[in-house]
Structure formats: structure tokens, C-alpha cells
């Protein structure tokens, strides 16, 4: 999983195991959480840019990683 997200130049993922490892390998500037409405199970830190799924629009995560720095 390593050799794999340290491939990557952003990481969209959910508040697990692979989003924290994706932080310290890519910092958390690249990152994207995906929020469930219910926060009592997200603890995601409050600097990682988070989008909320529950209601999800085409083209959020786009808008997202193009507004973040070096995505081209």
C-alpha cells in the first residue's frame, strides 16, 4: 500500500487506515475526505479538506483537488 499511494499526487479516501498513511506519505495538503453527515465515527483532523457524501453533487471532488495546490 505503501509503493502504491506514494505514486499518487492526491489521495480521496474515508476516515480509515489508508488516509493516514496517504497523509505522512503525501502530507495533507494532497488529501480528500470523504465525511459522513454522522460525525461521532469521523476523526478526521480538522486541516484535512473534507467533503460531505450524504448529498454528494457531480464534480465536488473535481472542484476540490483543482482549487488544492500543484494539482496539475
Known amino acids: 500500500m505503501i509503493e502504491e499511494i506514494s505514486k499518487c499526487k492526491f489521495f480521496i479516501g474515508v476516515d480509515s487506515g489508508p488516509i493516514y498513511l496517504a497523509s505522512a506519505l503525501l502530507g495533507t495538503d494532497y488529501i480528500v475526505g470523504l465525511e ?23 464534480g465536488v471532488i473535481f472542484k476540490q483537488i483543482k482549487s488544492m495546490e500543484g494539482w496539475l
Not at 453527515?37 to 448529498?55: A, D, E, G, R
Open 36 to 58: 459522513n453527515q454522522k460525525k461521532h465515527n469521523n476523526f478526521l483532523p480538522k486541516h484535512i479538506v473534507t467533503v460531505p457524501v450524504l448529498n454528494y453533487k457531480s
